[in-house]
């Protein structure tokens, strides 16, 4: 306890309170001035997988066997309504011409259409002629940023060609028009959806907490001091995070600042929130507000902390993540929670200690006595103190537990049961909105051609020799779930390594193409031991699309079932630290843990009944469960340890009762703030966001309206003495407060 006064007195005492805020400016300053920011550092191109993936290593012995087709595809989607007439046959060769003549930036491989006579091209057109899709390769070390380049100084070329602009015609009109889409176009559309979503998302969630704050303490002092606070705390983090990438510790992407701004704001109010109400608190009972700061800081330090470490090393478990995608986020949050949650425990003290008592204004809590006083000044009487008979929300707890564990169990257990039912897709496209260009030039491919047509695969096979390349390309194309097979190529090194562009009849990026992976890699091996190639596991390859989707589902999935029980390991063995009870750590983990499946399952009511989705991206349960299980806590700490505290000089039912009243308003405003912020993902036209919007913020309210007001204080009252086993410090007063009761 000294040891907490003493800390509140260095960050916000009389004169130490302008020391901290001016330090925050000097570090914010400073770190501007020497570091980048996070948003000048992001790469949207890092890899995924590790290198020791099969279709890693396909891209490897692809770009090295067969450099003509290694690169990364734009495909060219060519459309008019009625048909494509010989004109506009003689404008694409004219670009090619000139693709082949003055290669783009980062041009890896045209085919040489520009040499073929129209009627040639004519005949790659689709069945009713309105369609003519084709290739520009680019080099696979090239990021989203360049790609876009290039594909912008194409369409210059193609204007100039054609003098139109075939890529702002509509599809469905009778104009020449054009849809880039393939690999290329797709990364494109990907980044550009988050780089636009950056600042309308920052806008959204800053107007978002700044209404909640005002509605909730009717204060403009009070609703700018939490974003004052995550405002520095961005200040410090941006430059941080950015250094940390600029010297290559780190990968950033603009999905993760996404994310994280979401957090920071979201987080970071809660535990501004968590020290602003019980100042509030204090202020009606304390004359000084020095005294009630530094007993507020006191109170709420400890489970403002723990709630944050929490937080941090739960995201720090996404370091074991395999998945690129998984294994980025960990720093980023995970530094930015940390560094909030020091801004929380020193800045905002500070302010609150600047502003004092107006930071309220014009609703400013007072004593009795100084209402008294101030009444009094006026000529009017004193007013009357307040007193209510409400029990509250704690009282119905306290006198029927059993009814509301029965009740809530049920209702969640119900919820629950529709996550069993999830369909994953791993599907990029459907992600977008069906506007976005690359979506638009992949509809009308699957409509006019096949889908496969999108992102063929490669087989590659070391064959010694020993194969008959169109014996084999007879069987490939008897398979039941290929499309088309091209004629077998040999390698550029290694003259026995033969391969096929194969296109499926899928979608490329769908779930029943990636699950012929393994069935396309067993029938190459099986091609080799039918001819005496020994171990031909090694032999055999499979690259693009198709393949690294299916190696992005398998590593994802190994990376959900490794982290899940790793953050519920961490998180209860934090819980059992702080709380130094086994049974309080288990019923307080499994209730989150119920809480996130029935945040799957009611988010998978609303997604797919209500919404009309097919699937839910899979990268959503892993993210969700982080988020939901760390940030869950963080309310169940701040109520429990409330009542933890009461338990030591009151009756355990009057310790829950006063516990639960007590941080209610708190933690339904912290909540709900949250629940926003997390719900501002949904506004945004990226289908993954959306979803995971929508069930993190789901996640939340439960836990805010459901599990800590109700289920975790009745299951306390149910197990009585036994929630605090083994730990001992309550047999004090134990003894003599349940025999007053």
């Not at 559309?189 to 909640?212: K, M, P, Y």
Request: charged fraction near 15%.
């Amino acid at each position: 306890m000294n040891g907490m006064s003493g800390y509140g007195k260095w960050v916000a005492g009389r004169k130490t309170k302008w020391i901290t805020l001016l330090l925050w400016i000097v570090i914010v300053g400073a770190l501007t001035l020497i570091w980048p920011s996070v948003n000048s550092q992001v790469a949207n191109n890092a890899s995924n997988l590790p290198d020791d993936l099969q279709s890693v290593q396909a891209g490897v012995v692809a770009e090295r066997e067969f450099p003509g087709g290694s690169g990364v595809p734009a495909l060219l989607v060519w459309h008019r309504e009625g048909g494509l007439p010989e004109e506009d046959l003689v404008h694409i060769g004219a670009v090619y011409k000139t693709l082949a003549e003055l290669p783009l930036p980062h041009q890896n491989f045209v085919p040489p259409l520009g040499q073929l006579p129209p009627q040639a091209l004519a005949a790659s057109l689709s069945e009713d002629r309105s369609t003519l899709v084709t290739p520009v390769l680019f080099d696979k070390k090239a990021d989203s940023e360049q790609l876009g380049e290039a594909v912008n100084e194409l369409k210059k070329r193609i204007n100039t060609a054609t003098g139109a602009d075939p890529s702002a015609a509509r599809v469905d009109g009778e104009e020449l028009s054009l849809r880039v889409t393939g690999p290329v176009g797709i990364s494109i559309d990907a980044t550009g959806l988050f780089e636009n979503a950056d600042v309308s998302l920052l806008i959204a969630t800053v107007l978002l907490v700044l209404v909640f704050l005002l509605l909730i303490y009717r204060s403009p002092i009070l609703a700018i001091i939490p974003l004052v606070a995550v405002g520095f705390a961005y200040g410090v983090t941006s430059p941080v995070l950015g250094k940390m990438a600029e010297a290559g510790w780190i990968t950033v992407d603009s999905q993760a600042i996404s994310i994280m701004t979401v957090l920071l704001f979201g987080a970071g109010t809660d535990y501004c929130l968590f020290l602003i109400s019980r100042f509030r608190q204090l202020l009606k009972v304390e004359d000084s507000k020095s005294q009630a700061l530094l007993r507020s800081i006191t109170d709420s330090s400890g489970a403002i902390a723990m709630s944050g470490f929490t937080v941090v090393l739960a995201l720090f478990a996404l370091l074991l993540a395999k998945f690129g995608a998984y294994h980025r986020f960990a720093i980023p949050f995970s530094v930015s929670i940390l560094i909030m949650g020091i801004a929380s425990l020193t800045l905002v003290p500070a302010l609150l200690a600047i502003f004092g008592r107006a930071s309220f204004f014009p609703f400013i809590p007072r004593t009795p006595h100084m209402e008294a006083e101030r009444a009094r000044a006026k000529g009017k009487p004193a007013p009357k103190p307040k007193t209510s008979h409400n029990k509250g929300i704690g009282g119905l707890v306290v006198s029927r537990p059993w009814m509301i564990v029965g009740v809530t169990v049920v209702v969640l257990g119900v919820l629950a049961s529709f996550a069993s039912g999830i369909r994953f897709t791993y599907d990029i496209l459907s992600s977008f909105p069906k506007d976005m260009e690359s979506r638009q030039g992949f509809d009308l491919i699957g409509k006019q051609f096949s889908p496969g047509e999108l992102a063929p695969a490669k087989l590659m096979l070391d064959t010694e020799g020993k194969v008959n390349g169109e014996d084999l390309k007879v069987v490939l194309s008897g398979l039941s779930y290929v499309d088309t097979v091209s004629d077998p190529q040999a390698g550029a090194v290694n003259k026995n390594i033969m391969g096929f562009d194969i296109e499926f009849k899928n979608n490329p990026y769908s779930l029943e193409a990636m699950s012929h992976i393994p069935a396309l890699l067993a029938t190459g091996e099986q091609a080799l031991v039918d001819v005496g190639v020994d171990s031909p596991a090694g032999s055999v390859w499979v690259s693009g699309q198709t393949a690294t989707q299916y190696d992005n589902k398998e590593v994802g999935e190994r990376d959900t079932d490794l982290i899940i029980p790793v953050v519920i390991g961490l998180i209860t063995l934090l819980l059992l630290l702080y709380l130094r009870s086994v049974v309080a750590t288990l019923y307080l983990v499994a209730t989150v843990i119920l809480s996130f499946f029935s945040a799957l399952g009611l988010g998978w009511i609303i997604i797919h009944y209500g919404l009309g989705a097919d699937a839910i991206q899979g990268a959503i349960p892993l993210y969700s469960f982080v988020f939901l299980v760390a940030l869950g806590e963080d309310y169940n700490i701040f109520m429990i340890s409330n009542i933890w505290k009461k338990r030591k000089h009151m009756p355990l039912k009057q310790a829950i009762t006063e516990g639960v009243n007590e941080t209610s308003s708190v933690i339904t405003s912290a909540g709900l703030i949250l629940a926003g912020t997390f719900a501002v993902l949904a506004t945004l036209p990226i289908q993954v966001l959306v979803q995971f919007g929508i069930i993190t913020a789901i996640g939340v309210l439960l836990d805010t309206f459901v599990v800590r007001p109700f289920l975790v204080p009745a299951l306390t009252v149910l197990f009585g003495r036994l929630a605090f086993w083994p730990g001992k410090h309550q047999e004090v007063v134990q003894p003599q407060l349940e025999r007053a009761e």
